[in-house]
């Protein structure tokens, strides 16, 4: 597979902060899992093979989740295969699945965006530099020496001197080169790893990158049953008894009541048939 740079030179246009993020296999009957490099893979066979893996399978909640996927033509005529091919589901609710073209205008928008806020700054400077207050302390004295006034004169300065000129010029063209090399590298990696519409021709692999929307982690819950037993063993002064708590699901924490994973499920359809691979998704 080509490995695909970190996600913030793909689509962001800013540093990573926040908390680290993972995804785990969950194979199903009849589904392969390996490890490449420390990352999950499934490997779903029908008539066809399609291979489906999060690299990498940690990341920053700041990025986007990106997912390796990859088909084999095991049938005897070509077909076509992109994102149209693929959903992704969390908990069973859709989440976007970005094509190479939004990725390609997002990335424009976000360089135009960091040139223009670069000027901007560029003009802020040579205004601020060019008002510049000056401030000149003093001490006067009257002509017996006795009774002395202190106190300071402001001066505002006015027009750059040439020297301030190009180091505004020279800090301003050092921004709008950085962020053309970054737009450029951005670029680069959309092209050579992000999925794209492709005829994959009988016998051959292909495939590429897709890249997720936002994942929300779960909402507080103690499982179905639980909270409807919650709710008839209520007293009517408000208490609980505790009885209900046989019936807490098993992945969920028994302090809080926060579910420590979501469900991550990527369908991908291929030449009418359906490969669906399920991860799960947590924080580490």
């Known amino acids: 597979m080509k490995r695909l740079m970190s996600i913030c030179a793909v689509i962001l246009f800013s540093g990573c902060a926040g908390a680290n993020l993972k ?55 070509e077909f076509n ?25 997002d990335i424009q928008r976000k360089a135009s965006a960091a040139a223009f806020g670069a000027v901007l700054n560029s003009v802020v400077q040579s205004a601020n530099a060019a008002n510049e207050r000056q401030t000149t ?15 300071s004169v402001a001066t505002v300065k006015t027009g750059l001197s040439a020297r301030e000129q190009r180091e505004i010029q020279r800090d301003a063209a050092a921004n709008m080169s950085g962020i053309e090399a970054r737009r450029h590298t951005s670029l680069q990696n959309l092209n050579s790893a992000i999925l794209r519409k492709t005829t994959i021709m009988p016998g051959a692999i292909d495939g590429g990158y897709i890249i997720l929307g936002h994942i929300p982690m ?20 408000g208490s609980y008894d505790g009885s ?38 947590s924080k580490i």
């Not at 994102?83 to 390609?104: P, Q, R």
């Not at 779960?218 to 002064?237: I, L, M, N, T």
Request: aromatic content about 12%; glycine content about 6%; charged content about 25%.
């Open 23 to 77: 995804f785990e296999p969950v194979p199903t009957p009849g589904q392969k899992e390996v490890y490449e490099r420390g990352i999950g893979v499934l490997t779903s066979v029908k008539r066809n093979a399609v291979v489906v893996a999060p690299d990498p399978s940690v990341y920053n909640e700041s990025d986007s989740p990106t997912i390796a996927v990859y088909v084999v033509n095991n049938s005897t005529s």
């Open 81 to 105: 295969f992109s994102t149209e091919n693929i959903k992704a589901y969390v908990d069973g609710e859709s989440v976007k699945v970005y094509t190479y073209e939004e990725l390609y205008k």
């Open 137 to 151: 302390d003093f001490t006067a004295t009257t002509s017996n020496g006795i009774n002395a006034v202190r106190g």
């Open 218 to 237: 779960p909402q507080p819950s103690y499982g179905r049953r639980y909270e409807e037993c919650r709710r008839r063993r209520f007293s009517g002064d």
């Open 244 to 281: 209900c708590e046989y019936l807490r699901e098993p992945d969920q924490s028994p302090s809080t009541g926060l579910q420590k994973w979501a469900n991550v499920k990527i369908a991908v359809v291929v030449d009418g048939e359906t490969h669906e691979f399920s991860f799960k998704h």
